[in-house]
């Protein structure tokens, strides 16, 4: 692995940051499995690439992406909390729609965005430009929402989001709106999945309908991953954490991918990731069992 | 006042699990009032204290709260006038969040939840304080995770959460019946001087003849889902164990064969 590959991992680590952060919120935080994620990180870069190429300006059409994303999210809460629908299928319907209105979207399966202007085109243009530039657009970005999520999730509103997925029973009884939790936690949610969208596609110089599958295991990879390594206790860490697991997992597919005696290829990341994310979710337990035999030994 | 009036509530109806859990339930709670509800299993208390706190709704009757009609407001929404203490000292409070954080939360019981910051200094101040009382030194230990706690000071801190804003009534459904004897009779103490210092009205259900007499100025029996005697002020006084089982042989034309309500 060189510099160059190096520098990649870490940055798309730090754009999948997003999705962990996403993904943290709605497993984790509001006890919500969603899967919408797979269909919002593609929704997020076809509405992005579609306005640039239609000649808006790349902040606006950002912003329109994550506002469809909300919208992603806000429908999955929608069928769950409104028909009572199991969370995981009331992703699964919105994420196959979502397939068909992704394509709709864009007219056509990828939509190139070389010689557009995006949010990156002043970086690139810069003097400055080099390997790290990118890189460090990117944390800086992903530092941005990482803060600014902290900060909500411990105001009144983000602690009663926090009580709703843990004691759903205690939340209603201390008068927290749990549904409207769910609602807003989901748009958040797939907000930020969609803004990782839009960036993705403005960083590749592409969108492509081929970008959803494997989103959420990359997300989910970067959760579990940070809890194995962090054991995060507070909200602070935790958020660190997935950010981190994010960026550890590029670089171990990456290694992964590179070790020419495994002889693997691109095509089976999936089966890497799948890998990887198995053995973050059973090292806790192998860990624990291992204590307590010692436990019992002595 | 809480006006509760010919509450029905029957479970899997139409089927054959049909359970009529309430039927005809009235009861008028004056303020200030402390009311202990007794009755064996299934004898609808804890349907009683779900419908009014608003986790069942009840299939005909009407629930006012001073007058407002809360009948088909939801749980959060009846929050800002019922607060509540779980039997299970897991359910009442977040166990990964910490004890500030479940304090905070109930902090916001009854109020617009805003983006302002959960937990301010003067917030702190008031935690420690109130947590002081307990004596079980947890106003150090704000920070630490409320699960690491044993169920005895869970419930004591539901107590304190309980009492943060105020209510209309405070419902308490079983609270000390998870707990070992010694903790019990601390949680029960607690809930007396917590009912008299902030003048309270409480709906206690509980399953001990003993603890309904001992607290509180109201003792009200329920018998497969209706009320079988309901005393109070002079006639409650003095009144033992073995009077509660005449009342009951006199008012359903039973003898009491409900163990669990007979030993505790």
């Known amino acids: ?298 | 006042m809480i006006r509760m009036t010919d509450l029905h509530v029957t479970f899997n109806r139409g089927t054959a699990m049909e359970n009529k859990a309430l039927r005809g339930v009235t009861l008028d709670i004056k303020k200030g009032d402390f009311v202990c509800v007794i009755g064996g299993n299934g004898a609808g208390k804890s349907t009683l204290l779900n419908a009014l706190c608003g986790d069942i709704f009840p299939d005909t009757g009407k629930i006012l709260i001073d007058n407002k009609d809360v009948t088909s407001l939801s749980t959060w929404q009846r929050a800002p006038y019922v607060a509540r203490v779980f039997q299970d000292p897991m359910a009442g409070t977040c166990a990964n969040l910490t004890i500030e954080e479940n304090l905070a939360l109930a902090m916001g019981r009854g109020m617009k939840r805003t983006l302002r910051m959960a937990l301010n200094k003067d917030y702190r101040e008031k935690f420690r304080t109130q947590l002081g009382r307990l004596k079980l030194g947890l106003e150090n230990r704000l920070k630490d995770p409320i699960g690491m706690l044993s169920g005895g000071q869970r419930q004591a801190i539901s107590l304190i959460m309980a009492v943060l804003q105020p209510m209309k009534i405070i419902a308490l459904d079983e609270h000390t019946a998870a707990l070992d004897p010694k903790t019990a009779a601390f949680i029960l103490e607690l809930t007396r001087e917590i009912v008299e210092e902030n003048h309270l009205t409480a709906l206690m259900v509980t399953h001990s003849m003993h603890q309904a007499l001992e607290l509180g100025n109201r003792t009200l029996m329920l018998h497969k889902g209706r009320v079988v005697f309901d005393v109070q002020g002079e006639k409650r006084q003095g009144l033992k164990v073995s009077d509660l089982l005449e009342l009951f042989h006199k008012a359903s034309g039973l003898e009491l064969d409900d163990d669990s309500l007979l030993l505790s």
């Open chain 1, 1 to 298: 692995m060189n510099l160059i590959q190096f520098m990649g991992a870490v940055e798309l680590g730090l754009l999948y940051g997003l999705v962990a952060m996403g993904v943290l919120l709605s497993f984790r935080i509001l006890d919500f499995p969603d899967l919408t994620v797979d269909g919002s990180f593609p929704l997020g870069g076809a509405v992005c690439a579609i306005l640039i190429v239609s000649g808006f300006d790349p902040w606006l059409a950002t912003f329109c992406a994550i506002l469809a994303g909300m919208a992603a999210g806000f429908t999955t809460a929608w069928i769950s909390v409104r028909w009572n629908i199991l969370h995981l299928l009331a992703s699964i319907l919105t994420l196959t729609a979502l397939y068909s209105i992704n394509l709709r979207i864009m007219g056509r399966p990828n939509i190139a965005l070389l010689g557009e202007t995006t949010i990156f085109s002043p970086l690139e243009e810069s003097n400055l430009h080099n390997l790290f530039t990118l890189p460090t657009a990117m944390f800086i970005l992903a530092t941005l929402v990482l803060l600014l999520l902290y900060r909500f999730l411990s105001s009144e509103k983000g602690l009663g989001m926090r009580a709703t997925g843990a004691n759903i029973r205690m939340a209603k009884a201390q008068g927290v709106s749990v549904n409207r939790q769910i609602f807003l936690g989901l748009a958040l949610s797939n907000g930020l999945v969609a803004l990782a969208g839009a960036l993705y596609s403005q960083s590749q110089g592409f969108a492509d309908l081929s970008m959803g599958p494997g989103t959420i295991i990359a997300g989910l990879a970067a959760v579990i991953m940070g809890e194995a390594l962090f054991n995060p206790k507070v909200i602070l860490t935790a958020l660190m954490a997935c950010v981190l697991g994010s960026i550890l997992y590029r670089l171990v597919t990456a290694i992964a991918l590179n070790m020419g005696f495994l002889g693997l290829h691109t095509q089976d990341l999936p089966l890497v990731s799948a890998v990887l994310v198995g053995i973050a979710m059973v090292t806790p337990r192998l860990r624990a069992k291992i204590l307590d035999f010692k436990a019992s030994r002595s």
